[in-house]
């Protein structure tokens, strides 16, 4: 991971991490800006992608599942909202990650640690392109235009996640802004890094942010796809 993104080598769960911080974050002001930018950005990305939208569609039903599949993720002010991917897995997805952990202990300490499995059986042959490529991210363009996320913010997690390994200050910190489709943790690794990393990631984005880092950070990001860095 570059040095320019890592914060801190304490641990975010620990109760120094974010003692004797700054915090810029956002204002009222702040927030009505970045809104503003989101529902311009998001809806100018939709317009230019509808062309690729639609194949992309076609060929995720062809096993007769549903295109989009939604999960839900804790937003602003803790708020739970579904976050929308298309569909990248096989339809009994949830029955194959459980027979799985039950049976492979390196498996289960893997999900444990990462939340993630480098070589996981449930995605599809699509799938694992639309993920290697973050093609399946493309419908969370519709959640930023509906105000639960945001082109730039925290890494969008589940209640679980956020209870296991924030403190209850970096969990303030994420809450109080929209979670993104990018951020640091995309740029600086993804699955490559560890889950304490994450967290620290996202909580110095909260405390840095400002429309320069925005803007940093999307222009990090298509270079970041482009060498599928840490993509799972």
């Known amino acids: ?10 641990s975010a ?11 810029a974050g956002l204002s009222g002001l702040g927030h009505a800006v970045k809104r503003g930018l989101d529902i311009l950005g998001a809806g100018l990305l939709l317009l230019l992608i509808l062309p690729v939208l639609l194949p992309i569609i076609l ?17 602003r002010a803790g708020r739970p909202f579904p976050c929308l991917k298309f ?12 027979e799985l952990l039950a049976s492979d202990p390196a ?17 599809t042959r699509i799938g694992a392109f639309l993920r290697r490529t973050s093609l399946d991210e493309l419908p969370q363009l519709l959640n930023v235009l509906r105000g639960e996320m945001s082109l730039v913010g925290p890494r969008p997690v589940v209640q679980e996640e956020l209870d296991l390994h924030y403190s209850p200050a970096a969990a303030a910190m994420y809450c109080e802004m929209r979670p993104g489709i990018t951020g640091l943790w995309q ?3 993804r699955s490559d890094t560890t889950y304490a990393e994450r967290v620290m ?10 429309l320069l880092f925005d803007l940093h950070i999307l222009c990090k990001t298509i ?10």
């Not at 991971?1 to 304490?10: C, K, N, T």
């Not at 060929?59 to 937003?75: E, K, Q």
């Not at 796809?225 to 799972?232: F, I, N, Y």
């Open 107 to 123: 498996a289960a300490e893997e999900w444990a640690t990462r939340r993630k499995l480098p070589h996981d059986p449930r995605i």
């Open 59 to 75: 060929i995720v039903r062809r096993d007769g599942g549903p295109a989009l599949y939604s999960h839900t993720r804790i937003g």
């Open 201 to 210: 990631l996202d909580t110095r984005y909260v405390r840095g942010w400002s």
């Open 223 to 232: 270079p970041a796809v482009l060498k599928r860095r840490g993509a799972v």
């Open 1 to 10: 991971m570059s040095d320019i993104y890592l914060p801190s080598q304490a």
């Open 87 to 98: 569909r990248s897995m096989v339809l009994d997805a949830e029955t194959r990650l459980a």
């Open 13 to 23: 769960s620990s109760p120094g991490f974010l003692a004797g911080t700054s915090r």
């Open 187 to 189: 740029i600086s690794g």
